[in-house]
């Protein structure tokens, strides 16, 4: 009890000296930090002290977000069945030995009793004998029951976490597209800005969106409007790299998480996104026609260690909105815009 409450002293302090407010998501970060509970909580905290990080609401609510999300908790439960499934398969194994032991103490005591039987032995000697084979029988054959209900019931944990896992990826996955969803581009947004900092690694961030898709949905049908997008979808699965991660960020708005990118090689990227979706033609596969192609208008920024996530989306945003107004079918870096002219509108 004195170290908890210890603990607890030292993470109101930071709170006071941080002046950050004492909310229970923010006592949570601090009491696990001085508690050294989470070792990558620790070291991104530490990261961020050392870049004397302000600890603004949004900093607290990316903390707690990604060290106290309902990602781990899943993952808390994904253990917890798996420990689970492990001992009652222990248990199992445990009961088929000692059924199998009482099986043989079972055959022995008969193998006495027959020759007890055939000789002139004791009557009461040869009767407790018997008695002692029959529940030998019996503690074999509840031991076989048993170990078959226990057996049945990892199969019910083995199926569980299959349901579990199963329940994970459908909430990270947007249904149409097959890519990560909005939650999970936000969850990797961090944790990849987390790492840039730790490692003192670049991380580029690319929003992409169709041009006049308004347009070609209303001329072709929603259906038809669908097709393109899984079509954008895979394009983006095959133009990324293992580390990466494309998202679907809205309608027709897509966004690129490029851990260890600088500024110049995410605009690479972006461009031979752009340049495949560009030679793509849209077919109706009823009737055969041609329906045309699309294009891709591609905004492009660096993360800034220690800034605001929003800072950095709304940066890859202007420069999107800046690729729209010079024509479209374009990528634009944030180096190529003028930031106070796109947020007055001029």
Same mark, same amino acid.
């Given at each position: 009890?004195?170290?908890?409450?210890?603990?607890?002293?030292?993470?109101?302090?930071?709170?006071?000296?941080?002046?950050?407010?004492?909310?229970?998501? &923010?006592?949570?970060?601090?009491?696990?930090?001085?508690?050294?509970?989470?070792?990558?909580?620790?070291? /991104?905290?530490?990261?961020?002290? +050392?870049?004397?990080?302000?600890?603004?609401? $949004?900093?607290?609510?990316?903390?707690?977000?990604?060290?106290?999300?309902?990602?781990?908790?899943?993952? &808390?439960?994904? &253990?917890?069945?798996? =420990?689970?499934?492990?001992?009652?398969?222990?248990?199992?194994? %445990?009961?088929?030995?000692?059924?199998?032991?009482?099986?043989? %103490?079972?055959?022995?005591?008969?193998?006495?009793?027959?020759?007890?039987?055939?000789?002139?032995? &004791?009557?009461?000697?040869?009767?407790?004998?018997?008695? !002692?084979?029959?529940?030998? =029988?019996?503690?074999?054959?509840?031991?076989?029951?048993?170990?078959?209900?226990?057996?049945? *019931?990892?199969?019910?944990?083995?199926?569980?976490?299959?349901?579990?896992?199963?329940?994970?990826?459908?909430? *990270?996955?947007?249904?149409?597209?097959?890519?990560?969803?909005?939650?999970?581009?936000?969850?990797?947004?961090?944790? *990849?800005?987390?790492?840039?900092?730790? $490692?003192?690694?670049?991380?580029?961030?690319?929003?992409?969106? !169709?041009?006049?898709?308004? =347009?070609?949905? +209303?001329?072709?049908?929603?259906?038809?409007?669908?097709?393109?997008?899984?079509? #954008?979808?895979?394009?983006?699965?095959?133009?990324?790299?293992?580390?990466?991660?494309?998202?679907?960020?809205?309608?027709?708005?897509?966004?690129?998480?490029?851990?260890?990118?600088?500024?110049?090689?995410?605009?690479?990227?972006?461009?031979?996104?752009?340049?495949?979706?560009?030679?793509?033609?849209?077919?109706?596969?009823?009737?055969?026609? /041609?329906?045309?192609?699309?294009? #891709? *208008?591609?905004?492009?920024?660096?993360?800034?260690?220690?800034?605001?996530?929003?800072?950095?989306?709304?940066?890859? +945003?202007?420069?999107?909105? /800046?690729? =729209?107004?010079?024509?479209?079918?374009?990528?634009?870096?944030?180096?190529? !815009?003028?930031?106070?002219?796109?947020?007055?509108?001029?």
């Amino acid at each position: 009890m004195a170290d908890i409450t210890k603990i607890a002293e030292q993470a109101i302090a930071k709170l006071r000296g941080l002046e950050i407010p004492p909310s229970p998501d &923010n006592f949570t970060i601090w009491y696990h930090y001085c508690a050294e509970s989470y070792p990558d909580l620790k070291r /991104t905290v530490d990261i961020l002290i +050392d870049n004397k990080q302000d600890f603004s609401p $949004e900093v607290c609510a990316n903390l707690f977000e990604r060290f106290f999300s309902q990602n781990l908790e899943n993952q &808390n439960l994904s &253990n917890a069945t798996e =420990k689970l499934e492990g001992v009652i398969k222990r248990a199992a194994e %445990f009961l088929n030995e000692a059924g199998e032991g009482a099986a043989e %103490f079972g055959e022995t005591l008969a193998d006495v009793s027959g020759v007890l039987e055939t000789s002139s032995g &004791n009557p009461q000697i040869r009767e407790i004998i018997s008695g !002692i084979v029959s529940a030998s =029988k019996q503690m074999e054959a509840r031991s076989q029951i048993l170990e078959r209900r226990l057996i049945e *019931s990892s199969d019910e944990v083995a199926e569980l976490r299959k349901e579990v896992e199963v329940t994970r990826i459908e909430a *990270s996955t947007d249904a149409l597209t097959g890519l990560a969803n909005r939650k999970i581009f936000d969850i990797t947004l961090r944790e *990849s800005a987390a790492l840039s900092m730790e $490692e003192g690694e670049p991380l580029s961030l690319l929003m992409l969106d !169709i041009d006049f898709f308004k =347009k070609f949905n +209303d001329n072709y049908g929603h259906q038809t409007g669908d097709k393109v997008l899984k079509l #954008l979808a895979l394009v983006l699965k095959e133009s990324i790299k293992g580390q990466d991660t494309a998202a679907r960020y809205g309608g027709e708005e897509f966004v690129v998480v490029l851990p260890q990118t600088e500024l110049a090689n995410a605009f690479k990227v972006g461009e031979l996104i752009r340049k495949r979706i560009a030679k793509k033609k849209i077919v109706n596969r009823t009737s055969g026609e /041609t329906l045309g192609g699309i294009t #891709l *208008s591609v905004g492009a920024a660096v993360y800034v260690p220690g800034e605001p996530l929003v800072n950095l989306i709304e940066r890859a +945003d202007m420069a999107l909105y /800046t690729a =729209k107004q010079n024509g479209r079918n374009r990528v634009v870096s944030e180096d190529d !815009i003028d930031v106070q002219k796109v947020v007055v509108g001029i």
